[in-house]
C-alpha cells in the first residue's frame, strides 16, 4: 500500500502532502483523492482534475491541499477511505465505483465526488440523477449501455469472429449488471460469448490460455481500474496470443489495445472540478444534480491491427474519431 506522510512529488508535480501542511494553513480546503495505483498510470487523468480546478482559480499548495491515497490493491482501499476521513477532508474525489463504494462506507457526511461512474443509481450509490439524495455526486458514463454498444462495434469491426471472450472484474460493483448487458447484446447479434472474470495481474495468462483454448476469436475487457492502469501488460498479453480487442478508454489503445469505445475521461476528471468547487463553496452533494458524458470517442490502433494480420473495413476507419499509426 503506497502511504506517503512526507511531502513527496508524483508524476512531475502531482503530489500528496502531509498532515502538518493543513495545520500550517488551517483555511485551506483538502480534498482527499483515493484511487488504485500505480500513480504513474493516472497522470493525464490527475493532471485534467487539477486543470479543472486551475480553470475555477484553486492552485494547490496555495488554496487547496489534495490528500493523495494510492492503494496497490482493491481490498486496501477501505483502510485508506477511512484514513481520509479521520483526517476530517472537505471532499472525497473518488471517481468510479469502486472507490465510491469505499468511500461510502466510511463517511455518510464528508462529500464524495465521483467522475467516471458507471451506474450510481443501479448500484445504489445516488437515489436518481436529479437528485442524488445523500452526500455522494458526480458525473457518470453509462458503463452498462456502453459495453453493450462496445460488442457491436467489435463485431463491425471484426465480423469473421463470431466466439468472443468477456473479461470482467467480480470486484467492481458496475460489472455484474454490465456483463448482463453484453450476454443480451450478443444473444441479439448471434455472437457466443465466453465469459472470463479476472480480479488481478496475475489472472491475465490464465485467462488468455483460456482463451486460446477455447478458440475464441477476440475479447471485449469491461472498464475497469484493473484493465486501465495495466493497460501495457493486457495489450502485450493480447499480442502474444494474436487476439483483438475493444476496450473502453483511450488509453489501452495507445498501449496497443486494438480499440476501444467510450466517454472521454479526461473531460470527465476536468469536469469533476465543477462539483468540488460547488461543495467548497458550500452546496450540498444531495441538490447537485448527476451529468453524464457528453464525449465519446471510437479510437483504433492500426499498428495494432497490422501486427494481428487484420484488416479494418474502410467503412468502420471512416467512423473513427482517431487513429493511431
Partial sequence: MIRRREFITLLGGTAAWPVAARAQHPA?????????????????RVEALRAGLRDLGYVQGKNILIEFRWAERADQLPELAAELVHMNVDVIFASVSTYVEAAR???????????????????GHVSSLAHPGGNITGLSMLLTELSAKE?????????????????????????????????SAGNKLGIALYTLPVQSVEDFDGAFSVMTQERVGGFLAIASPLTTSQRTLLAEFALKHRLPGIFGVKENVEAGGLMSYGADINDLWRRAAVYIDKILKGAKPADLPVEQASKYQLIINLKTAKALGLTIPESFLLRADEIIE
Fill in 105 to 123: 462506507q466510511a463517511t455518510k457526511t464528508i462529500p464524495i465526488v465521483f467522475s467516471n461512474h458507471a451506474d450510481p443509481i443501479g448500484i
Fill in 28 to 44: 485551506m480546503p483538502v480534498v482527499g483523492f483515493l484511487s488504485l495505483g500505480p500513480a504513474s498510470a493516472w497522470a493525464s
Fill in 151 to 183: 460488442l457491436e462495434i467489435f463485431t463491425e469491426a471484426v465480423p469473421q469472429v463470431r466466439r468472443i471472450a468477456v473479461l470482467w472484474n467480480p470486484t467492481t460493483p458496475s460489472h455484474p449488471p454490465a456483463v448482463k448487458a453484453v450476454e
